[in-house]
């Protein structure tokens, strides 16, 4: 098991951004998606209310734990368990309004990751840089096909789901039409004040909050922390991002076993999502939930192999 101090010396030791990355240029859409959204929300200080603070803390954890964490994570990605469809749906929509980009192209991104996790096709490791694995992978324009060729190699099951496929379409106008509703829900309610506040804190101060906590889990679960299993790549456990991410930081946990719906596996590893699926499965609204193997923990259990083992058969 590696120290902390070591895995610092690693992270300051990664190479810059391999050269050819930016050779076409930046990806527009979604430099102006997050540019916009980052600007936008320096102004919500001016605008504070504690209304528009509670609406900031309820969509965090409606499109963070339920949206991210539980519905493009845990479910569509890996298939931890199953649900209804409407509810799957549900849960893909809160995903969406998380504003990391539609249902597909999360997921397709995020299986890629796993087959190549530090190696050379990841799509986002420390090892090309500490802040390309956070924000900048993101920016580069890698042509026209690219999204189309992850898609039909990563998440060909999701490709047959014509709701998803409405989502990923119709990405901005969810966001358009929260926007919408808060600020109408805002003003009609109290005052214009309260409907700006509900826009820029439920809206543009929610998604910089949500976006860089999720990309927390891709930059320092990656560099820092502690480790309860030997995986090939340098996935770690890291307490604050497990806290902020409603257990996700849990993160060389998950690494170990992908499909698993429990990613908190000692006592003190928090998982507040896996709570959720537990007492969805209580109530029947889950079913088939990959709960925590049978293995020691320190040890790597055959029951559940890696995303790399797995994807090209998931995908096929």
Not at 132 to 142: A, E, F, V
Not at 253 to 265: C, D
Not at 278 to 302: C, D, F, Q, Y
Request: glycine residues 8%.
């Amino acid at each position: 098991m590696q120290t902390v101090v070591e895995v610092q010396k690693q992270t300051d030791e990664v190479p810059i951004v391999p050269k050819g990355r930016w050779d076409r240029g930046l990806e527009w859409s979604a430099t102006i998606w997050l540019g916009s959204v980052h600007l936008i929300a320096l102004a919500a200080p001016f605008y504070f209310t504690w209304y528009g603070l509670w609406l900031f803390m309820v969509m965090s954890w409606v499109t963070g734990s339920l949206g991210v964490c539980l519905g493009f994570h845990r479910l569509l990605t890996h298939s931890g368990f199953d649900t209804f469809r409407p509810i799957r749906w549900f849960l893909a929509l809160c995903g969406t309004l998380a504003g990391e980009g539609p249902p597909i192209m999360w997921v397709s991104a995020h299986r890629k990751h796993h087959r190549f996790s530090d190696q050379e096709h990841d799509p986002h490791s420390p090892k090309d840089g500490a802040w390309w694995s956070h924000i900048l992978w993101m920016l580069p324009n890698n042509g026209t096909q690219h999204w189309a060729s992850l898609y039909r190699t990563y998440a060909p099951d999701l490709m047959r789901d014509r709701s998803l496929r409405l989502l990923d379409r119709t990405f901005l106008w969810w966001h358009v039409a929260l926007g919408t509703i808060f600020f109408c829900a805002g003003w009609l309610m109290w005052d214009l004040r309260t409907g700006t506040s509900f826009v820029l804190w439920g809206m543009f101060a929610r998604l910089v909050y949500m976006l860089h906590v999720t990309w927390a889990v891709n930059s320092a679960s990656h560099m820092w922390g502690y480790r309860n299993y030997e995986t090939r790549d340098n996935s770690r456990n890291l307490w604050w991002v497990g806290a902020l991410a409603f257990g996700e930081g849990w993160h060389n946990n998950h690494h170990a076993y992908p499909r698993l719906a429990q990613h908190g596996h000692q006592w003190w590893e928090f998982d507040m999502t896996y709570w959720i699926i537990a007492v969805m499965e209580r109530t029947g609204l889950a079913w088939n939930v990959v709960h925590r193997p049978k293995a020691t923990v320190g040890t790597i259990s055959t029951e559940f192999p890696g995303e790399d083992e797995t994807s090209v058969q998931e995908a096929a």
